[in-house]
Protein backbone atom coordinates (compact mmCIF):
# COMPACT_ATOMS: atom_id res chain seq x y z
CA UNK A 1 0.00 0.00 0.00
CA UNK A 2 3.07 2.61 0.83
CA UNK A 3 4.66 1.87 -2.06
CA UNK A 4 1.09 2.81 -3.98
CA UNK A 5 0.96 6.08 -2.18
CA UNK A 6 4.74 6.62 -2.69
CA UNK A 7 4.12 6.32 -6.67
CA UNK A 8 1.43 8.91 -6.43
CA UNK A 9 3.43 11.28 -4.94
CA UNK A 10 6.48 10.74 -6.75
CA UNK A 11 4.68 10.02 -10.23
CA UNK A 12 3.51 13.79 -9.43
CA UNK A 13 6.70 15.19 -8.88
CA UNK A 14 5.85 18.60 -9.69
CA UNK A 15 2.73 19.14 -8.19
CA UNK A 16 4.33 17.15 -4.98
CA UNK A 17 6.95 20.22 -4.98
CA UNK A 18 4.33 22.68 -4.87
CA UNK A 19 2.69 21.33 -1.74
CA UNK A 20 6.40 20.81 -0.12
CA UNK A 21 7.43 24.14 -0.67
CA UNK A 22 3.66 25.70 0.18
CA UNK A 23 4.22 23.56 3.40
CA UNK A 24 7.92 24.67 4.26
CA UNK A 25 6.83 28.31 3.71
CA UNK A 26 4.11 28.21 5.99
CA UNK A 27 6.05 26.52 8.50
CA UNK A 28 9.03 29.34 7.33
CA UNK A 29 6.50 32.03 8.16
CA UNK A 30 5.12 31.28 11.15
CA UNK A 31 8.52 30.73 12.48
CA UNK A 32 9.74 34.04 11.25
CA UNK A 33 6.27 35.62 12.68
CA UNK A 34 6.33 34.09 16.66
CA UNK A 35 10.39 33.15 16.86
CA UNK A 36 12.09 36.34 15.72
CA UNK A 37 9.04 38.98 15.79
CA UNK A 38 9.20 39.13 11.67
CA UNK A 39 12.71 40.38 12.00
CA UNK A 40 14.17 37.46 9.67
CA UNK A 41 12.08 37.77 6.66
CA UNK A 42 9.58 34.06 5.86
CA UNK A 43 11.56 33.92 2.55
CA UNK A 44 15.02 34.09 3.96
CA UNK A 45 14.38 31.42 6.10
CA UNK A 46 12.89 29.40 3.53
CA UNK A 47 15.78 29.87 1.40
CA UNK A 48 17.77 29.11 4.21
CA UNK A 49 15.93 25.73 5.13
CA UNK A 50 15.99 25.04 1.33
CA UNK A 51 19.23 24.81 1.36
CA UNK A 52 19.88 22.63 4.41
CA UNK A 53 17.30 19.81 3.09
CA UNK A 54 19.83 20.00 -0.18
CA UNK A 55 22.66 19.40 1.57
CA UNK A 56 20.74 16.64 3.48
CA UNK A 57 19.66 15.19 0.36
CA UNK A 58 22.88 15.38 -1.10
CA UNK A 59 24.19 13.34 2.06
CA UNK A 60 21.95 10.86 2.30
CA UNK A 61 21.57 10.02 -2.08
CA UNK A 62 25.54 11.19 -2.84
CA UNK A 63 23.68 13.20 -5.68
CA UNK A 64 24.23 16.25 -7.14
CA UNK A 65 20.81 18.13 -7.12
CA UNK A 66 20.14 17.93 -3.25
CA UNK A 67 16.32 17.18 -2.34
CA UNK A 68 15.82 16.57 -6.04
CA UNK A 69 17.86 13.36 -6.31
CA UNK A 70 15.20 11.66 -3.95
CA UNK A 71 12.52 10.12 -5.93
CA UNK A 72 10.15 11.46 -3.54
CA UNK A 73 11.02 15.26 -4.12
CA UNK A 74 12.38 15.17 -7.88
CA UNK A 75 9.64 17.60 -8.84
CA UNK A 76 11.51 20.09 -7.14
CA UNK A 77 14.68 20.10 -9.55
CA UNK A 78 12.03 20.87 -11.66
CA UNK A 79 10.05 23.06 -10.09
CA UNK A 80 13.16 25.37 -9.16
CA UNK A 81 15.12 24.49 -12.27
CA UNK A 82 16.51 27.09 -14.82
CA UNK A 83 12.98 26.89 -16.94
CA UNK A 84 10.70 27.65 -14.37
CA UNK A 85 13.22 30.00 -12.52
CA UNK A 86 13.87 31.74 -15.80
CA UNK A 87 10.05 32.61 -16.36
CA UNK A 88 9.49 33.49 -12.50
CA UNK A 89 12.38 36.18 -13.03
CA UNK A 90 11.18 37.68 -16.78
CA UNK A 91 7.66 37.98 -14.88
CA UNK A 92 8.72 39.80 -12.44
CA UNK A 93 9.53 42.32 -14.74
CA UNK A 94 5.89 43.33 -15.00
CA UNK A 95 6.36 45.59 -11.75
CA UNK A 96 9.63 47.28 -13.24
CA UNK A 97 9.81 50.72 -13.33
CA UNK A 98 10.97 51.85 -16.53
CA UNK A 99 12.49 55.35 -15.38
CA UNK A 100 14.54 53.62 -12.93
CA UNK A 101 16.18 51.30 -15.64
CA UNK A 102 16.91 54.32 -16.94
CA UNK A 103 18.27 56.32 -15.10
CA UNK A 104 20.73 53.46 -12.89
CA UNK A 105 21.09 51.84 -16.28
CA UNK A 106 25.12 52.99 -16.29
CA UNK A 107 25.35 52.02 -13.27
CA UNK A 108 24.66 48.44 -14.18
CA UNK A 109 26.71 48.19 -16.84
CA UNK A 110 29.74 49.38 -14.32
CA UNK A 111 28.71 46.87 -12.15
CA UNK A 112 29.14 44.44 -14.51
CA UNK A 113 32.05 44.95 -15.62
CA UNK A 114 34.04 45.72 -12.10
CA UNK A 115 31.56 42.72 -11.04
CA UNK A 116 33.61 40.02 -13.10
CA UNK A 117 36.96 41.59 -12.73
CA UNK A 118 36.72 41.51 -9.39
CA UNK A 119 36.01 37.22 -8.78
CA UNK A 120 38.93 36.88 -11.96
CA UNK A 121 41.13 38.54 -9.59
CA UNK A 122 40.87 37.82 -6.59
CA UNK A 123 40.45 34.27 -7.00
CA UNK A 124 42.99 33.88 -9.51
CA UNK A 125 45.17 35.29 -6.50
CA UNK A 126 43.56 33.41 -4.10
CA UNK A 127 44.64 30.16 -6.03
CA UNK A 128 48.18 31.56 -6.62
CA UNK A 129 48.69 31.64 -2.68
CA UNK A 130 47.18 27.93 -2.10
CA UNK A 131 49.96 27.01 -4.62
CA UNK A 132 48.56 26.85 -8.24
CA UNK A 133 51.39 28.57 -10.46
CA UNK A 134 50.28 26.77 -13.66
CA UNK A 135 48.42 29.81 -15.68
CA UNK A 136 45.45 27.29 -16.79
CA UNK A 137 44.65 26.36 -12.68
CA UNK A 138 44.82 30.01 -12.26
CA UNK A 139 42.17 30.58 -14.76
CA UNK A 140 40.07 27.71 -14.53
CA UNK A 141 39.62 28.88 -10.62
CA UNK A 142 39.37 32.70 -10.63
CA UNK A 143 36.54 32.12 -13.32
CA UNK A 144 34.57 29.65 -10.83
CA UNK A 145 34.79 32.53 -8.13
CA UNK A 146 32.77 34.39 -10.95
CA UNK A 147 30.03 32.05 -11.02
CA UNK A 148 29.86 27.77 -11.34
CA UNK A 149 29.17 28.33 -14.96
CA UNK A 150 31.95 30.49 -15.89
CA UNK A 151 34.10 28.51 -13.99
CA UNK A 152 33.46 24.83 -15.89
CA UNK A 153 32.78 26.79 -19.35
CA UNK A 154 36.48 28.55 -19.23
CA UNK A 155 38.32 25.71 -17.43
CA UNK A 156 37.17 23.11 -20.79
CA UNK A 157 38.24 25.72 -23.26
CA UNK A 158 41.29 26.29 -22.18
CA UNK A 159 42.14 22.69 -21.61
CA UNK A 160 41.90 22.33 -17.78
CA UNK A 161 41.47 18.96 -15.60
CA UNK A 162 38.09 17.62 -14.27
CA UNK A 163 39.99 18.46 -10.22
CA UNK A 164 40.23 21.48 -11.74
CA UNK A 165 37.07 22.12 -13.30
CA UNK A 166 35.36 20.97 -10.15
CA UNK A 167 37.02 22.98 -7.59
CA UNK A 168 35.77 26.13 -9.90
CA UNK A 169 32.31 24.90 -9.80
CA UNK A 170 32.61 24.29 -5.73
CA UNK A 171 34.14 28.14 -5.22
CA UNK A 172 30.96 28.90 -7.41
CA UNK A 173 28.40 26.95 -5.18
CA UNK A 174 30.12 28.14 -2.43
CA UNK A 175 29.50 31.94 -3.25
CA UNK A 176 26.10 31.11 -4.90
CA UNK A 177 25.20 29.88 -1.62
CA UNK A 178 26.92 32.21 0.47
CA UNK A 179 25.13 35.29 -1.57
CA UNK A 180 21.49 34.10 -0.77
CA UNK A 181 22.64 33.45 3.20
CA UNK A 182 24.14 37.03 3.86
CA UNK A 183 22.57 39.36 1.31
CA UNK A 184 19.12 40.30 3.83
CA UNK A 185 21.22 40.03 6.21
CA UNK A 186 23.85 43.01 5.25
CA UNK A 187 21.14 44.67 3.05
CA UNK A 188 20.68 47.56 5.11
CA UNK A 189 24.70 48.00 5.80
CA UNK A 190 25.02 48.51 2.09
CA UNK A 191 22.06 50.53 1.49
CA UNK A 192 20.07 47.80 -0.85
CA UNK A 193 16.81 49.04 -0.32
CA UNK A 194 16.41 50.65 -3.99
CA UNK A 195 16.27 49.76 -7.61
CA UNK A 196 19.47 51.39 -8.40
CA UNK A 197 21.16 49.42 -5.94
CA UNK A 198 19.90 46.44 -7.28
CA UNK A 199 20.64 46.74 -10.50
CA UNK A 200 24.41 47.00 -9.06
CA UNK A 201 24.30 44.49 -6.92
CA UNK A 202 23.21 42.21 -9.52
CA UNK A 203 26.12 43.04 -11.86
CA UNK A 204 28.55 42.53 -8.99
CA UNK A 205 27.37 39.55 -8.09
CA UNK A 206 26.63 37.79 -10.87
CA UNK A 207 25.33 34.56 -9.54
CA UNK A 208 21.57 34.14 -10.71
CA UNK A 209 20.74 31.88 -8.47
CA UNK A 210 22.44 33.86 -5.43
CA UNK A 211 20.86 37.39 -6.25
CA UNK A 212 17.63 35.73 -7.41
CA UNK A 213 17.56 34.26 -3.72
CA UNK A 214 19.40 37.07 -1.54
CA UNK A 215 16.94 39.69 -3.39
CA UNK A 216 13.62 37.44 -2.66
CA UNK A 217 14.58 37.13 0.90
CA UNK A 218 15.63 40.93 1.15
CA UNK A 219 12.64 42.78 -0.97
CA UNK A 220 10.90 40.70 -3.68
CA UNK A 221 10.42 44.29 -5.25
CA UNK A 222 14.06 44.91 -6.18
CA UNK A 223 14.21 41.13 -7.62
CA UNK A 224 13.98 42.32 -11.44
CA UNK A 225 16.03 44.75 -10.87
CA UNK A 226 18.94 42.70 -9.43
CA UNK A 227 18.09 39.88 -12.14
CA UNK A 228 18.13 41.73 -14.96
CA UNK A 229 22.25 42.44 -14.87
CA UNK A 230 22.92 39.36 -13.20
CA UNK A 231 21.86 37.45 -16.10
CA UNK A 232 24.53 39.26 -18.64
CA UNK A 233 26.81 38.49 -16.53
CA UNK A 234 27.16 34.97 -16.82
CA UNK A 235 27.32 35.57 -21.19
CA UNK A 236 29.78 37.88 -20.67
CA UNK A 237 32.32 36.17 -18.37
CA UNK A 238 32.17 32.88 -20.28
CA UNK A 239 33.48 35.51 -23.50
CA UNK A 240 35.79 36.98 -21.09
CA UNK A 241 37.23 34.03 -19.21
CA UNK A 242 39.33 31.79 -21.57
CA UNK A 243 39.89 34.99 -23.83
CA UNK A 244 41.17 38.30 -21.93
CA UNK A 245 41.23 37.25 -18.64
CA UNK A 246 43.65 33.72 -19.72
CA UNK A 247 45.59 35.73 -22.03
CA UNK A 248 46.15 38.32 -18.84
CA UNK A 249 47.32 35.19 -16.75
CA UNK A 250 49.43 33.77 -18.81
CA UNK A 251 51.35 37.18 -19.73
CA UNK A 252 51.88 37.18 -15.92
CA UNK A 253 52.94 34.01 -15.07
CA UNK A 254 54.86 33.47 -18.02
CA UNK B 1 -8.09 35.50 -21.10
CA UNK B 2 -5.41 34.70 -18.26
CA UNK B 3 -4.11 32.31 -20.95
CA UNK B 4 -3.13 35.67 -23.09
CA UNK B 5 -1.05 37.02 -20.37
CA UNK B 6 0.99 33.50 -19.73
CA UNK B 7 1.69 33.43 -23.43
CA UNK B 8 2.82 37.06 -23.56
CA UNK B 9 5.02 36.10 -20.82
CA UNK B 10 6.30 32.69 -22.58
CA UNK B 11 7.08 34.54 -26.03
CA UNK B 12 9.20 37.31 -24.29
CA UNK B 13 10.94 34.52 -22.61
CA UNK B 14 11.78 32.10 -25.81
CA UNK B 15 12.72 35.56 -28.26
CA UNK B 16 14.50 36.85 -24.77
CA UNK B 17 16.45 33.33 -25.37
CA UNK B 18 16.72 32.93 -29.07
CA UNK B 19 18.36 36.34 -29.44
CA UNK B 20 20.76 35.47 -26.08
CA UNK B 21 22.06 32.39 -28.15
CA UNK B 22 22.51 34.48 -31.21
CA UNK B 23 24.11 36.81 -29.50
CA UNK B 24 26.68 34.30 -27.66
CA UNK B 25 27.42 32.88 -31.63
CA UNK B 26 28.22 36.10 -32.49
CA UNK B 27 30.95 36.68 -30.04
CA UNK B 28 32.12 33.04 -30.14
CA UNK B 29 30.91 31.76 -26.71
CA UNK B 30 28.81 28.78 -26.57
CA UNK B 31 26.24 30.22 -23.78
CA UNK B 32 23.21 32.32 -23.97
CA UNK B 33 24.02 36.06 -23.36
CA UNK B 34 21.67 38.34 -21.10
CA UNK B 35 18.41 36.16 -22.58
CA UNK B 36 16.55 36.31 -19.52
CA UNK B 37 17.67 40.13 -19.42
CA UNK B 38 16.31 41.14 -22.80
CA UNK B 39 13.23 39.17 -22.08
CA UNK B 40 12.60 41.58 -19.04
CA UNK B 41 13.49 44.83 -21.18
CA UNK B 42 11.12 43.05 -24.07
CA UNK B 43 8.09 42.59 -21.62
CA UNK B 44 8.54 46.17 -20.01
CA UNK B 45 8.48 47.64 -23.26
CA UNK B 46 5.35 45.42 -24.71
CA UNK B 47 3.06 46.02 -21.20
CA UNK B 48 3.89 49.47 -21.31
CA UNK B 49 2.98 49.88 -25.18
CA UNK B 50 -0.17 46.86 -24.58
CA UNK B 51 -1.38 49.18 -21.61
CA UNK B 52 -1.16 52.36 -23.66
CA UNK B 53 -3.16 50.64 -26.61
CA UNK B 54 -5.76 49.51 -24.01
CA UNK B 55 -5.23 45.73 -25.12
CA UNK B 56 -4.04 44.64 -21.51
CA UNK B 57 -7.18 43.88 -19.56
CA UNK B 58 -7.36 42.54 -16.02
CA UNK B 59 -7.70 38.90 -16.61
CA UNK B 60 -4.54 38.75 -19.21
CA UNK B 61 -2.71 40.88 -16.80
CA UNK B 62 -3.34 38.46 -13.89
CA UNK B 63 -1.36 35.56 -15.67
CA UNK B 64 1.42 37.20 -15.66
CA UNK B 65 0.88 38.06 -12.24
CA UNK B 66 0.75 34.53 -11.06
CA UNK B 67 4.39 33.38 -12.10
CA UNK B 68 5.47 37.16 -10.81
CA UNK B 69 4.15 35.68 -7.52
CA UNK B 70 5.09 32.42 -7.99
CA UNK B 71 9.02 33.68 -7.81
CA UNK B 72 10.08 33.29 -4.43
CA UNK B 73 8.59 29.39 -3.75
CA UNK B 74 10.60 28.74 -6.95
CA UNK B 75 13.49 30.03 -5.49
CA UNK B 76 12.89 28.15 -2.39
CA UNK B 77 13.13 25.10 -4.60
CA UNK B 78 15.78 26.10 -6.10
CA UNK B 79 17.77 26.27 -3.18
CA UNK B 80 16.94 22.92 -2.14
CA UNK B 81 18.25 21.31 -5.46
CA UNK B 82 21.51 22.52 -5.38
CA UNK B 83 24.89 20.75 -4.54
CA UNK B 84 25.64 21.97 -1.22
CA UNK B 85 27.25 18.91 -0.57
CA UNK B 86 30.14 20.11 -3.43
CA UNK B 87 30.31 23.68 -2.17
CA UNK B 88 30.95 22.33 1.65
CA UNK B 89 33.42 19.64 0.65
CA UNK B 90 35.20 21.96 -1.82
CA UNK B 91 38.50 22.00 0.49
CA UNK B 92 39.57 25.18 2.16
CA UNK B 93 40.47 26.78 -1.36
CA UNK B 94 37.05 26.97 -2.64
CA UNK B 95 35.42 28.36 1.04
CA UNK B 96 38.00 30.48 1.66
CA UNK B 97 37.93 31.76 -2.05
CA UNK B 98 34.42 32.14 -2.13
CA UNK B 99 34.06 34.01 0.72
CA UNK B 100 36.87 36.58 -0.03
CA UNK B 101 35.25 37.20 -3.07
CA UNK B 102 31.52 37.63 -2.03
CA UNK B 103 32.97 40.15 0.78
CA UNK B 104 34.28 42.07 -1.42
CA UNK B 105 31.80 42.59 -3.61
CA UNK B 106 29.25 43.32 -1.18
CA UNK B 107 31.74 46.05 -0.18
CA UNK B 108 31.68 47.70 -3.30
CA UNK B 109 28.06 47.76 -4.19
CA UNK B 110 27.37 51.01 -2.44
CA UNK B 111 29.96 52.63 -3.73
CA UNK B 112 29.28 51.62 -7.36
CA UNK B 113 25.62 52.55 -6.70
CA UNK B 114 26.64 55.97 -4.93
CA UNK B 115 27.66 57.27 -8.39
CA UNK B 116 24.01 57.05 -9.49
CA UNK B 117 22.86 59.06 -6.18
CA UNK B 118 20.22 61.22 -6.35
CA UNK B 119 16.31 60.82 -6.40
CA UNK B 120 16.98 57.48 -7.80
CA UNK B 121 18.61 56.18 -5.09
CA UNK B 122 15.44 56.50 -2.64
CA UNK B 123 14.53 53.51 -0.67
CA UNK B 124 11.11 52.03 -1.80
CA UNK B 125 8.70 52.32 0.75
CA UNK B 126 8.24 50.46 3.73
CA UNK B 127 6.29 46.95 3.02
CA UNK B 128 3.39 45.88 5.83
CA UNK B 129 2.91 42.38 5.21
CA UNK B 130 3.41 39.65 2.60
CA UNK B 131 -0.26 40.01 0.66
CA UNK B 132 0.17 44.12 0.42
CA UNK B 133 3.63 43.56 -1.26
CA UNK B 134 2.63 40.91 -3.58
CA UNK B 135 -0.06 43.78 -4.73
CA UNK B 136 2.19 46.48 -4.68
CA UNK B 137 5.09 44.69 -7.26
CA UNK B 138 2.59 44.61 -9.52
CA UNK B 139 1.44 48.63 -8.98
Not at chain 1, 160 to 180: H, N, Q, T, Y
Not at chain 2, 81 to 110: D, E, H, M, R
Amino acid sequence: MLERIHHVFAGNGLITAFAVVGLLMLVCNFISKYLTAGRVHGSAIAIAAGLLLSYFGGIYTGGKHGLADIALFSGMGLMGGSMLRDFAIVATAFGVDVNELRKAGSNGVIALFLGLFVPFTLGGMMAYAFGYTDPVAVTTIGAGAATYIVGPVTGSAIGAGSDLIALSIAIGLVKSISVMIITPAVARLISLNNPSAALVFGGMMGTTSGVAGGLAATDARLVPYGAMTATFYTGFGCLLGPSVFYLVVRMLLG
Amino acid sequence: MVIYGVALLAACLLIGKAVGELIGMAIGVHSDVGGVGIAMLMLVFLVYRLQEAGCLDMTSRRGVEFWSSLYIPIVVAMAASQNVVGAVTGGPLAIVGGLVVVGVSFALVPVIARLGRGKYAEPLPPIEDDETREANSHA
